[in-house]
């Protein structure tokens, strides 16, 4: 079932049915594995970065935090028009607040990762967000198409 | 209140205007318009192009700005689309004179939202749709307390990001007929209607 707009393009009934919709899926998709994976890498160099100024530790955390919350909505205010405002502040605020404090955590443990475990670690936690975003996503279709099925 | 959204058009087509994620959700949810339809707020119009063309259509906003801006895209609609300056929460509209009521992100920036959804149901013929493009709080604590986060600072530009709209629809008399996903349990596709 498809349906004209005003300028006269033709959209799907529903966002999750039809070829078209599948490849919107997949291309945003991606957009969002690499935007995570992006703020994930970012966001935690600035708090390694941070780290190897040598201050003291709770104000490197605290400096870091905000740093990296900084560095993230910027990211975010820069992908919205492409992957959406929402779409991208949210689990990347999610990213940029817990990422860069697995380096605090690392350091608190006697442990000082270098620019590529603090990169990898960061890329990781992006890719594990756009997991649990997919997931969480998919059981909310599923919950809400129990609750109303389609008119 | 109008003046914060005067403030904001200047940068609102920037995040929100390009349609290229929300568009087609958008449209499939419009495509439901019947009849007069009140569309509250148009903004800078953005979503005017995923409105379904030949339609009669009361576009309503605060802003004298966003309104400027809503002009150019008005248009291009192939239908009947009129710009009006209102507040939602004070239409001037009589009792039962619109078959359709619409809304894209709107009541998040709605200073009294059960109230401005009682003044939409009252304009709302018995009988007539609800159709609703709203971001809501995410009943996923991480997410919730992400949204909870954001508030605190968007609230200062007239946006509360951790609502819960949908119970607001159902406490302003509406029925809930269908809720779609369109990002996670935070941006949804509402469907209502006023009982007959």
Redesign the interface.
């Given at each position: 079932m498809s349906a004209a707009t005003a300028h006269g393009r033709e959209v799907r009934s529903r966002p999750s049915s039809g070829a078209l919709s599948r490849w919107r899926t997949l291309l945003f998709g991606t957009g969002d594995l690499l935007f995570l994976v992006a703020v994930g890498m970012v966001a935690t160099l600035v708090m390694h970065g941070l780290h190897q100024l040598g201050w003291n530790f709770a104000v490197t955390c605290l400096v870091g935090m905000v740093a990296s919350m900084l560095v993230q909505m910027l990211m975010a205010f820069c992908a919205a028009p492409l992957l959406g405002s929402i779409e991208t502040m949210i689990p990347s605020m999610v990213v940029g607040m817990v990422s860069p404090m697995s380096v605090c955590t690392l350091h608190l443990f006697g442990r000082e990762p270098d620019c590529m475990v603090a990169l990898g670690g960061g890329a990781l936690f992006g890719a594990a967000m756009f997991v649990f975003v997919e997931v969480f996503g998919a059981i909310v279709r599923r919950s809400l198409r129990q609750q109303y099925p389609t008119l | 209140m109008p003046g914060v959204w005067d403030l904001r058009a200047r940068l609102y087509d920037?995040?929100?205007?390009?349609g290229?994620?929300?568009?087609?959700?958008k449209?499939?949810l419009?495509?439901h318009m019947k009849g007069r339809v009140l569309f509250a707020a148009i903004g800078t119009g953005a979503d005017?192009?995923?409105?379904?063309?030949g339609h009669e259509i009361v576009a309503v906003d605060i802003s004298k700005e966003m309104l400027r801006r809503a002009e150019a895209r008005r248009a291009?609609?192939?239908?009947n689309l009129r710009l009006v300056e209102a507040d939602l929460m004070r239409l001037e509209f009589p009792d039962a004179s619109f078959d359709t009521v619409a809304t894209s992100c709107t009541f998040c920036s709605v200073p009294d939202p059960l109230r401005g959804l009682r003044e939409l149901y009252r304009v709302l013929r018995p009988g007539g749709q609800l159709l609703m493009f709203e971001?809501v709080r995410?009943h996923?604590p991480?997410?919730g307390f992400?949204?909870d986060?954001?508030t605190l600072w968007s609230r200062l530009f007239g946006t509360e990001?951790n609502r819960d709209t949908v119970g607001s629809v159902l406490k302003a008399g509406f029925r809930?007929?269908?809720?779609?996903?369109?990002?996670?349990?935070?941006?949804l596709?509402i469907?209502g209607s006023k009982n007959g």
């Open positions: - | 920037i995040c929100e205007g390009s290229l994620r929300r568009g087609p959700p449209a499939a419009f495509r005017i192009a995923h409105f379904p063309p291009g609609y192939a239908g971001h995410s996923m991480i997410f992400t949204l986060l954001m990001m809930v007929e269908q809720i779609d996903s369109v990002f996670l349990d935070i941006i596709a469907q």
